[in-house]
Every structure is written in structure tokens, then in C-alpha cells.
């Protein structure tokens, strides 16, 4: 299994530009979600998604949206890019969200700068 | 208030010590997580627990429901160890699945 893959790695964008970061796991896992981590602050969650066709909003979800069209992807979508949305942005994944607790598995994330 | 609390923020240490991290919430839980982020930025799941004690390999967590507290041990620590740790603990307030995580203990172990 290729677990949580993000692309990409990198990406500088221009204010006002609008960007699709992409998730995709194999591992036939319900429960997606997205992060955002800033310097001196815990992980943030920005959307989620508890299977195909079901996406909820976070914590921090303003500029952002999401869809779930399939169990394997969850892509983030900028619709307008702002220099307050410099951040690392992570994608996970887990089993299931309800019941057992289930472990969390992470992307290797998303660098993005908004100049 | 932060709901998630982690101390220290920052430590250092030599090779060899033992090590604590400690993990304090004021929300109830269904379940904590520790997870490690190394330099390169990836993360990692290292224990998920809701109850007493967990161990793999030189790691140890510990959780006191009651306290409302959890603490994560390195034995004999080595400089892979270095790291950030995050705790992060799954509420029973607002929608199911989601963390609330704390904001990380740095951790640089010295040779």
C-alpha cells in the first residue's frame, strides 16, 4: 500500500490564484481529513470527510473547499489564494470514526506559500 | 485556554536519558494519540490509547483518565529520537472523528 499520498510537495502561488492540493489513499479508509500547521500552533482541522459524498467543515474552514466524490480521494481546493493561507497542509486518513477508536495515518504534506 | 496541553515545549537532552513529555486535556475523550513529526515534516501515529499503558520497543504512554493526563516516556534515548511529539486526544464535543491536538514538545537528544 501506498498509505496517504499529497501532491504536491511544493507550490508557491500568487494572491488571488486558485490551487487543487490532492490526497489519495488506498487503504479503503472512511474517515479523511484535512490539516493545516502553523508555526506555534497545533494542527488545525480545515474540512473532513466520513466517506464518499460526505464532507463537513473544521475548525478553520473559510477559503476552502472540499469534495468526496470517491472512498479514495479528497482534494483541497484554494478558491482564491491569500497570504494568510501560507501554512503546511496535511492530509489523513483512518479506518472509521466511529466505535473503536481507530489509529490516524498522515501524508507526507503539502508546502504551500502565498506571496 | 488551550484544550490540549503539552510540556515541555521545547527539551533537550543527552543520549542515553530518560525522557518525558507530558500530555494534559480538559475535554472529555474517547481516546489520546501520540504522534511524532521528524524534521523532514512527516507524522506519525505512535500510541492510541484510552486506558492504562502502552509500550513499543523504548517507547511508553501512560493515560489517567481521571487526571485528565498522559505522558509519553523514551528509555535510553538516542539521537533518531530527535523529533516533535504531539499529543492529540479525540472529544466526544462537536463531530465524531475529529482531534484536538496540542501544539507539540521539541525534542533535540544530544550524542
Known amino acids: 500500500n501506498a498509505g496517504v499520498t499529497q501532491t504536491p510537495k511544493f507550490q508557491v502561488l500568487k494572491t488571488g490564484q486558485s490551487m487543487t492540493l490532492q490526497c489519495a489513499q488506498d487503504m479503503n479508509h472512511e474517515y479523511m481529513s484535512w490539516y493545516r500547521q502553523d508555526p506555534g500552533m497545533g494542527l488545525r482541522l480545515i474540512h473532513y470527510s466520513v466517506g464518499a459524498g460526505i464532507t463537513d467543515q473544521g475548525e478553520v474552514p473559510n477559503g476552502y473547499n472540499v469534495s468526496r466524490s470517491t472512498t479514495e480521494d479528497f482534494p483541497l481546493r484554494l478558491l482564491s489564494a491569500a497570504p494568510s493561507q501560507t501554512s503546511v497542509y496535511f492530509c489523513a486518513s483512518s479506518y472509521s470514526w466511529v466505535g473503536t477508536n481507530y489509529e490516524q495515518y498522515f501524508g507526507p504534506g503539502t508546502r504551500l506559500t502565498v506571496t | 485556554k488551550n484544550e490540549v496541553e503539552q510540556s515541555p515545549q521545547n527539551l533537550t537532552a543527552q543520549e542515553g536519558e530518560f525522557i518525558t513529555i507530558n500530555c494534559s486535556y480538559s475535554?472529555?475523550?474517547?481516546?489520546l494519540h501520540w504522534l511524532q513529526q521528524h524534521p523532514g515534516g512527516g507524522i506519525v501515529s505512535l500510541f492510541m490509547l484510552s486506558s492504562g499503558k502502552k509500550k513499543h520497543g523504548r517507547l511508553i504512554a501512560t493515560i489517567n483518565i481521571q487526571e485528565k493526563h498522559s505522558s509519553l516516556h523514551i528509555t535510553a534515548s538516542h539521537p533518531r529520537d530527535s523529533a516533535v511529539y504531539i499529543c492529540a486526544v479525540r472529544s466526544y464535543r462537536g463531530s465524531q472523528g475529529n482531534l484536538i491536538f496540542g501544539k507539540g514538545t521539541k525534542l533535540s537528544v544530544k550524542p
Open positions: 475535554v472529555g475523550i474517547s481516546a
